[in-house]
């Protein structure tokens, strides 16, 4: 994106890159990649709030939503709002709420750990197979950020401190991964 200011976005860069085919299989990629991040992004959180409060329900009219729909749908209606934003620099401030929620958890943590008298033992299973496929979600969607970086950039008023937003998001991964 340095090279050329008229580079914006991944196709631009395989167009650049490979010319016209190149810009059409990486949208097409790209594209793909997004649709089924925002996907995972809803299963993930659906599951993890229906684990939270098992007998959530609605019901509108004579439709009867239950489970994991109901939070599916709620997180759909609260996350929308922000696609629509011109600039991606408004997002800061609502990522503040990620920041928050990381230091209440290390500190919740901490907490029962420490000074509810639960302690740091090793006892209980070593292995839990029902929560595999929650792990392999919150896992996987680490890794995804990457397919926003070229509109990060472009919403920055300073472009050239782009590296250090690589560098924060580097350290921020390997963070919640370990």
């Given at each position: 994106m340095s090279?050329?200011?008229?580079?914006?976005t991944y196709p631009d860069i395989g167009e650049f890159a490979f010319g016209n085919k190149g810009r059409?299989?990486?949208s097409i990629f790209l594209y793909l990649?997004?649709?089924?991040v925002a996907i995972e992004f809803l299963i993930l959180e659906g599951d993890n709030l229906q684990k939270l409060f098992p007998n959530a329900k609605i019901h509108v009219g004579w439709v009867k939503i239950v489970g994991r729909e109901v939070f599916v749908l709620l997180v759909a209606v609260v996350i929308l709002?922000?696609?629509w934003l011109k600039s991606l620099s408004l997002l800061a401030y609502v990522s503040i709420g990620g920041v928050l929620a990381s230091v209440v958890l290390v500190f919740?943590?901490?907490w029962v750990g420490a000074i509810d008298g639960?302690?740091?033992k090793e006892k209980g299973v070593i292995w839990r197979w029902d929560g595999l496929i929650s792990a392999i979600s919150m896992y996987t969607?680490?890794?995804c950020g990457h397919a926003v970086f070229p509109t990060i950039c472009n919403s920055m008023k300073d472009?050239?401190?782009f590296p250090k937003v690589i560098s924060n998001f580097d350290k921020h991964v390997l963070l919640f991964r370990f």
């Open positions: 090279v050329s200011p008229s580079i914006k059409i299989l990486i990649e997004l649709y089924l709002p922000t696609t919740s943590i901490f639960i302690g740091f969607f680490c890794y472009r050239s401190q």
